[in-house]
């Protein structure tokens, strides 16, 4: 049987007669969820949410129930929601659709959460490249408040909650939850340490704060809609409702999908859901939920043991696509970007590419991150003009190993493991490229793109 997407977020998306008026979305149930909400007991919204088993799909895939239960609500202090637009992920390109193309469902996904966390301020925040995301998010906002869906005195339920936009001026580590809400707060997106400054406790303004991406903030919605126990029936244990998949790189079909969690492999994926590699090539890596999740090489084997000891062997194209599987199979579902490569692929330029991402968007408050993202872009882009030394391999490793786990925040492993999985997987390609780069006719241009170390 054909392989068939399930489209919960996305089921209204890309319908012809589908558009981002709220008489549309009313039209097709819109805000009826948040309607049945105010009927209901906040914490009973959270324990629904706790009990889909829901997981955060910006990257790390958290438990959201758990999120909504750390926030300190013994405080005293005002409780926010922020809304994670800031989509700045490469290879990700998701939760920009929902945006552009149904933002009365992000709407209603936020009120939901806002009732059930008690919240009376939400924010979205939006990145600076979106500014057709945020032209279209004022707008759906200004019809919502002129209905009563937002503001004061909600639909006669007593409860009152604002949403602003607010956008972002185009840096990756707005993204990061803690660099985002120092944004927030008008000020240099440095992250915060954790602890102390854990949202949930010490957010915005140092109030209590659940930070959410777009995507998952949408599933709240249709898990309050179909109650937490249904919802926990889509997709598989601990990897539970539809994820919308970003496909991009050397398939025929690139594009957004989505599928219940675990429902197909990636092979699946590739060949049947995106028309197949390109004519006449061969697989050679994926990327798997972002550029900053470890490379997979076609040809590995991932070895694991179900839950009640059998032991199974997945090739590339077996993996399940879910976040426990990803795990298994040594690197992470992250945001759901799944980059291809053929094996047309210079993986010293790919990782060459990625590491002059991250070079740019280190802020640069702590110097394993600052200066190592530095230097691993300096030496891949010198390998990758023609000036690549054998000696490079074990560099870009040292490098790396020296930026991981030793930095404020995350990103410090988002730039460190693509060369460390890189180099790891691929050692050879590296080398050739060194001896490559030593003979008399070597054809690669001598120049740096960055100045020479
Ligand atoms: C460097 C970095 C960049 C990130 N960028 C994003 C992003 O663009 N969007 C997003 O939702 N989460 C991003 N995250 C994850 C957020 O910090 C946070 O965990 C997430 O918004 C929580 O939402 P969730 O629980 O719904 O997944 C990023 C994390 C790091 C370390
Ligand atoms: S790890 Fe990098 S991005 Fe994060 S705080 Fe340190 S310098 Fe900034």
């Known amino acids: 049987m054909p392989v068939q997407e399930r489209r919960i977020i996305l089921k209204h998306v890309d319908q012809p007669d589908y558009t981002t008026d709220l008489d549309c979305y009313l039209r097709h149930g819109g805000y009826e969820v948040l309607r049945k909400a105010l009927q209901s007991k906040p914490e009973e919204l959270c324990q629904e949410v706790m009990k889909s088993g829901l997981r955060g799909r910006g990257g790390a895939?958290?438990?959201?129930?758990?999120?909504?239960?750390?926030?300190?609500?013994?405080?005293?202090?005002?409780?926010?929601?922020?809304?994670?637009?800031?989509?700045?992920?490469?290879?990700?390109?998701?939760?920009?659709?929902?945006?552009?193309?149904?933002?009365?469902?992000?709407?209603?996904?936020?009120?939901?959460?806002?009732?059930?966390?008690?919240?009376?301020?939400?924010?979205?925040?939006?990145?600076?490249?979106?500014p057709l995301g945020a032209r279209l998010l004022e707008k759906a906002l200004d019809e919502a408040r002129a209905k009563n869906f937002v503001g004061d005195n909600i639909l006669g339920s007593g409860y009152s909650c604002d949403i602003v936009v607010h956008r972002g001026a185009g840096a990756y580590i707005c993204g990061e939850e803690t660099g985002l809400i120092e944004s927030l707060e008008g000020k240099r997106p440095y992250p915060r340490i954790k602890p102390p400054f854990f949202p949930a406790v010490l957010g915005l303004y140092q109030c209590p704060t659940a930070v959410n991406?777009?995507?998952?903030?949408?599933?709240?919605?249709?898990?309050?809609?179909?109650?937490?126990?249904?919802f926990s029936k889509i997709g598989k244990p601990n990897n539970t409702g539809t994820r919308i998949l970003s496909v991009s790189g050397h398939v025929m079909k690139p594009g957004y999908y989505e599928f219940e969690c675990g429902a197909i492999t990636m092979g699946q994926l590739i060949d049947e859901v995106c028309g197949g590699l390109r004519p006449g090539r061969e697989l050679k890596a994926i990327i798997p939920g972002g550029s900053s999740m470890k490379v997979l090489k076609a040809g590995e084997r991932y070895k694991g043991k179900t839950k009640d000891g059998k032991e199974f062997e997945w090739g590339i194209r077996d993996i399940p696509l879910d976040f426990d599987s990803m795990l298994t199979a040594g690197s992470m579902a992250g945001s759901g970007g799944i980059i291809v490569m053929d094996d047309s692929t210079d993986m010293v330029e790919a990782l060459a590419n990625v590491n002059a991402f991250y070079a740019h968007e280190s802020c640069g408050q702590c110097t394993p991150c600052r200066e190592g993202s530095l230097w691993m872009n300096k030496i891949s882009s010198r390998m990758s003009h023609g000036q690549a030394?054998?000696?490079?391999?074990?560099?870009?490793?040292?490098?790396?190993?020296?930026?991981?786990?030793?930095?404020?925040?995350?990103?410090?492993?988002?730039?460190?493991?693509?060369?460390?999985?890189?180099?790891?997987?691929?050692?050879?390609?590296?080398?050739?490229?060194?001896?490559?780069?030593?003979?008399?006719?070597?054809?690669?241009p001598k120049r740096a793109a960055v100045p020479l170390i």
């Open 61 to 130: 895939g958290f438990s959201s129930g758990m999120k909504w239960n750390f926030l300190d609500r013994k405080s005293g202090k005002p409780i926010y929601l922020i809304c994670n637009a800031d989509e700045s992920e490469p290879g990700t390109f998701k939760d920009r659709q929902i945006i552009h193309k149904d933002p009365h469902q992000l709407i209603e996904g936020i009120m939901v959460s806002c009732f059930a966390i008690q919240a009376k301020q939400a924010y979205i925040y939006i990145r600076g490249e979106f």
């Open 213 to 230: 991406n777009v995507e998952t903030l949408c599933n709240v919605k249709h898990v309050i809609d179909m109650g937490g126990e249904a």
């Open 389 to 444: 030394r054998r000696e490079d391999a074990d560099l870009l490793e040292s490098v790396a190993g020296q930026i991981a786990g030793r930095t404020i925040c995350a990103f410090g492993e988002a730039c460190a493991w693509p060369t460390q999985s890189f180099v790891d997987k691929f050692r050879d390609e590296f080398l050739a490229k060194a001896d490559k780069s030593a003979t008399p006719e070597a054809t690669e």
